[in-house]
């Protein structure tokens, strides 16, 4: 006799990653799960956006290396994952955002000069989370995967049909917060998303010192929830998997963790050296799956785009270029007296002490 | 939600047995003055807030089945079913972090942290997260979380279950850190720390939980960041806190014997610090002491004392003293009543001082 437990309900993720369109811009004859392609107009719009969050990325980059933002994680090379994801969301759902996910912001519709508040050094967030559903962009790593699980069980309670997806990377996967917000979700049966981009490297880690599994996704069986690995730099398949994740998670039937496979193509911010930790080969060997180009030759293919389309497309993200420099060439107004503003909701007498300090400072010094 | 039919494993941990409920709620509401223990005050309190405030949520390790192991969250899962009170998983960083999601979403998440050690765990988010969201927002974003930690010693706890973490949150600005010593204040301060906009850390001192005080519940006592007069007295302020206000008021007793004229405060909030009160007791008896249980170095005795001194020098006639538990980990239950802070070592204390001077 053996100990009477259930011995089905288990599924591992399929090991080819879900992939649509290839790197040479033609059909997959991959398994992809019972998902269907977006529309060619879907692909299209997200294509327009990617090459706008690539020029966006370039240019934070560039001024950053100008000395006009404090420091800069660029998500260049993830352009599929960041924008496939955030563009599967309906207005009503949360997203929670990491430190490298500005793509993300910036195609929710958050202004320029919010999104870069933060990285310019004028406040810690830079635009209001109510306005936009999305949280601040979280420093500490895996820690919004928690936010993001316990208001899609808010949502719950509250019978709302807001879902939540979250963004995490693979170096985020080791932090015990990760492992503590999938196993929340799945045991409450949240609506949340766990969008875990795999771009190779956490800082100067490679994944193979990060992990010994198989494929992240496969922790997804441990928790009891379904995970699939998609081909991170195909925007049809992120857009096609995260779109079913959500919709699943708004019938009741709980989270969903998705590995998408892509890779960082700057360093990790403006100030470190990816010389010594990966060579010039790795980087030329990921520009083959490149996330627009394959989209471009397949769109072009479909007859979705044309020489005057990628133009029209490319002219707009020189008109956003120019829209980030003109935003970060002009100076944020500050001013000192907020550092007491929002502290605390009840005001506090010896807060109030110290700010008397520092008025006495600032008219020493001259200040308006 | 689906509502639990069975009565063995269940599927849904948030589901409850509707047969179990209750209809058992406010039984104390304007009653008459009876015998009341804190943990009762404590257990009424988050009564009365889930039946005042739909956004009100209690979750956390074994609170709802058990109704925790202390009992304070007793019977609240069967009364108001397992959507407003639950058994979370068991990680603390998950706790916290789950609550502030739901706080950002418009609910008021009571959690609680099993033990005071047992919250170090969550220390990043509510030290990175709790503390600083409505700042790092502007405003826009409140996090009204109230996370109860049971803390101090004295119980017989075994290691890990007897620590006085206060001085890890009075140090962290964006937290309201508030503390009872009976149980009126322990329901008024609770009540009030779950309505409050500001996330508080409410250390409940695990020493006290079956003191017993004569109240009619509800009882609203000072407002939460006040500290409060106990005891009048001319020679010396004692100023105190959760467990170790009983010390003072033993110790002024004691004191009263010897012809001293013993001041007792109870701080009961930690951060803010009532200044004023306080002050104005220390200018009136120019001399002071605190007492904690938690380890004297960096302690929060060290911020009174400064404070103190810095704002009342001149009518200071002796250094502010600190009586606290040693700067050893807290030890074993039959090493404990060596270390923690009693009668004796606050009366040595006292007689330390030139009263000459």
Not at chain 1, 258 to 280: F, G, Q, V
Not at chain 2, 222 to 231: F, G, I, Y
């Amino acid at each position: 006799m053996t100990i009477d437990v259930p011995t089905t309900g288990r599924s591992l993720p399929q090991l080819q990653p879900i992939s649509f369109i290839g790197a040479d811009g033609r059909l997959t004859d991959t398994p992809t799960e019972g998902l269907r392609i977006p529309s060619d107009r879907t692909l299209t719009g997200l294509y327009r956006q990617m090459v706008l969050v690539r020029r966006f990325e370039a240019q934070v980059t560039h001024l950053t290396r100008q000395g006009r933002l404090a420091t800069y994680p660029s998500a260049a090379g993830q352009e599929a994952a960041e924008v496939g994801a955030t563009t599967a969301l309906a207005p009503g759902d949360w997203l929670f955002p990491t430190y490298r996910d500005s793509a993300a912001l910036l195609t929710r519709g958050v202004p320029v000069p919010e999104i870069l508040a933060a990285f310019r050094g004028d406040w810690h967030c830079g635009f209001d989370p109510h306005e936009y559903h999305i949280s601040p962009a979280a420093t500490p790593l895996a820690t919004q995967t928690l936010h993001a699980t316990g208001f899609a069980m808010a949502a719950k309670l509250k019978g709302t049909d807001a879902a939540t997806l979250t963004f995490l990377g693979d170096g985020a996967s080791s932090e015990g917060d990760a492992h503590e917000a999938l196993n929340f979700a799945s045991v409450w049966q949240t609506p949340t998303v766990f969008v875990l981009q795999n771009n190779q490297y956490a800082i100067s880690t490679p994944l193979r010192e990060q992990t010994n599994a198989t494929m992240l996704a496969d922790r997804a069986a441990g928790y009891g929830m379904p995970g699939l690995r998609v081909d991170g730099n195909d925007v049809a398949a992120v857009f096609a998997a995260v779109t079913a994740a959500l919709e699943r998670g708004r019938n009741g039937d709980g989270p969903t963790l998705i590995e998408a496979l892509t890779y960082r193509m700057e360093s990790h911010t403006n100030s470190d050296d990816p010389t010594k930790y990966r060579d010039a080969e790795e980087v030329e060997h990921w520009k083959q799956f490149d996330p627009i180009d394959r989209l471009e030759k397949y769109l072009r293919q479909t007859g979705a785009l044309d020489d005057a389309g990628v133009d029209e497309i490319a002219e707009a993200a020189e008109t956003l270029a120019a829209s980030v420099r003109d935003a970060m060439n002009t100076e944020a107004e500050i001013d000192p007296r907020e550092l007491f503003a929002h502290v605390y909701a009840r005001p506090r007498t010896a807060l109030a002490e110290q700010q008397q300090v520092l008025e006495a400072e600032l008219a020493a010094a001259g200040h308006a | 939600m689906s509502v639990e039919t069975g009565t063995d494993s269940t599927t849904d941990p948030t589901a409850v047995n509707d047969e179990t409920a209750t209809a058992a709620s406010a039984s104390n509401v304007g009653s008459a003055p009876s015998s009341v223990t804190m943990t009762k005050a404590l257990n009424q309190a988050l009564r009365d807030s889930l039946a005042a405030d739909d956004t009100v949520l209690i979750f956390g390790e074994d609170v709802g089945r058990l109704g925790g192991v202390f009992r304070v969250t007793e019977g609240l899962r069967a009364e108001f079913g397992s959507n407003r009170v639950w058994d979370s998983p068991l990680a603390e960083s998950g706790i916290i972090g789950t609550a502030i999601g739901m706080a950002m979403n418009g609910m008021r998440p009571v959690v609680e942290m099993q033990f005071d050690a047992y919250a170090y765990p969550a220390f990043e988010q509510i030290v990175s997260h709790v503390a600083k969201m409505r700042n790092r927002t502007k405003g826009k974003v409140s996090l009204p979380i109230t996370i109860r930690i049971p803390y101090a010693g004295d119980i017989g706890g075994v290691e890990h279950h007897s620590d006085s973490s206060e001085a890890y949150w009075t140090s962290t600005p964006g937290l309201t850190v508030v503390t009872p010593s009976n149980p009126a204040d322990a329901y008024s301060l609770l009540r009030e720390s779950i309505a409050s906009d500001d996330p508080v850390v409410f250390m409940e001192p695990k020493p006290r939980y079956w003191m017993k005080e004569t109240l009619s519940l509800p009882v609203t006592t000072a407002a939460m960041d006040r500290a409060q007069v106990l005891r009048e007295g001319t020679d010396v302020t004692l100023l105190a806190y959760g467990p170790t206000v009983r010390t003072a008021l033993d110790s002024a007793e004691a004191g009263a014997e010897h012809g001293l004229s013993v001041e007792v405060i109870d701080l009961r909030t930690l951060s803010p610090f009532d200044d004023e009160t306080v002050s104005a007791s220390v200018r009136k008896t120019s001399r002071a002491a605190v007492i904690h249980e938690a380890a004297q170095f960096g302690g929060y005795g060290a911020e009174v004392a400064a404070r103190l001194t810095e704002r009342n020098f001149t009518h200071l006639s002796a250094p502010i003293l600190r009586i606290a538990g040693f700067d050893v980990p807290y030890p074993s239950p039959k090493m404990e009543e060596y270390y923690l802070p009693t009668v004796e070592r606050v009366l040595d204390a006292l007689e330390s001082w030139d009263w000459e001077l």
